[in-house]
C-alpha cells in the first residue's frame, strides 16, 4: 500500500512569491493535516482538512490557506513568502474516524531566499 | 493547555537499551504517539498507546505510561547504529483540534 506522497521534494522560491506544495493520502484516508517544521521551532500543526472542508487551523497567519480535492488530496498555499516560511513541510493523513492515527509523508522543503 | 517536553539527546553504546522520556500536561489527552525522524526524512510511526493503557510492547519496542505523572517512555532494546535518529513524542486530544502536538524531540545517537 502506498504511503502518503508529497511533491515537489524541495521548492525554492523567492520573498513576495507564492508557493503551492502538494500531498496525496493513503488510499482510504479522508484527513490530511499540513504541519510545518522550521529550525528552532519544533513541529507546529498548520491546518486539517476533511471530506474537503477546512476543520481546524493552527496559530499561523491568513496568508497559510489550502484546499482538499474530491479525492482527498490537498494543496498547501503560502502567499507573500517571507524569509521566516523557510521549513519543512510535512503532510499526514489518516481515516476519519477511530484512532485517527496520522501517517506522514516525506516532506517538502521550501526555501525561501 | 498542551505542552509535550523531552530531553534534547541521548547516547548509548551499540547493544545497550535506550529510554528516552516525554513529559505532557493535557490530561485529555487520547492517544500519545512516538515517531522516528531520520536526517532529511519526513516522520515514521514507530507506536502509540491509548490512554487507559499502561504499558505497550512490539519488538524491540516498549511504551510505558504513568498517567498520574503524565510521563511516557520509549525503551528500545539492543539498539543499533540505525536507531540514530530523532525521536518525538506527540499527543492527540480527539475531541476538537484533532491536531497532534509535538515535543521538541530527542536525537538518539548510538555509538559502535
Known amino acids: 500500500e502506498a504511503g502518503v506522497t508529497q511533491s515537489p521534494t524541495h521548492l525554492i522560491k523567492t520573498r513576495g512569491q507564492q508557493a503551492t506544495l502538494r500531498c496525496s493520502p493513503i488510499s482510504g484516508h479522508t484527513s490530511v493535516y499540513w504541519y510545518q517544521q522550521a529550525l528552532g521551532l519544533g513541529l507546529q500543526f498548520l491546518l486539517w482538512?476533511?471530506?474537503?472542508?477546512?476543520?481546524n487551523r493552527g496559530n499561523f497567519p491568513p496568508r497559510f490557506s489550502g484546499r482538499q480535492f474530491p479525492n482527498y488530496s490537498s494543496e498547501l498555499n503560502v502567499n507573500a513568502l517571507e524569509l521566516e516560511d523557510s521549513a519543512l513541510y510535512l503532510c499526514a493523513s489518516s481515516y476519519r474516524t477511530g484512532s485517527d492515527t496520522q501517517y506522514f509523508g516525506p516532506g517538502t522543503r521550501l526555501t525561501v531566499l | 493547555g498542551e505542552d509535550v517536553e523531552q530531553s534534547l539527546f541521548l547516547s548509548v553504546r551499540e547493544g545497550d537499551s535506550s529510554v528516552i522520556n516525554c513529559t505532557y500536561t493535557d490530561s485529555s489527552s487520547t492517544y500519545l504517539y512516538w515517531y522516528k525522524q531520520e536526517p532529511g526524512a519526513g516522520l515514521q510511526l514507530l507506536t502509540y498507546i491509548f490512554s487507559n493503557m499502561d504499558m505497550k510492547q512490539d519488538q524491540r519496542l516498549t511504551v510505558l505510561l504513568n498517567k498520574k505523572d503524565k510521563h511516557l517512555s520509549l525503551r528500545i532494546a539492543d539498539t543499533q547504529t540505525g536507531d540514530s535518529a530523532i525521536y518525538f513524542c506527540a499527543e492527540s486530544i480527539k475531541t476538537g483540534r484533532r491536531a497532534l502536538t509535538f515535543g521538541s524531540g530527542t536525537r538518539l545517537q548510538v555509538q559502535p
Open positions: 482538512y476533511d471530506e474537503g472542508e477546512e476543520r
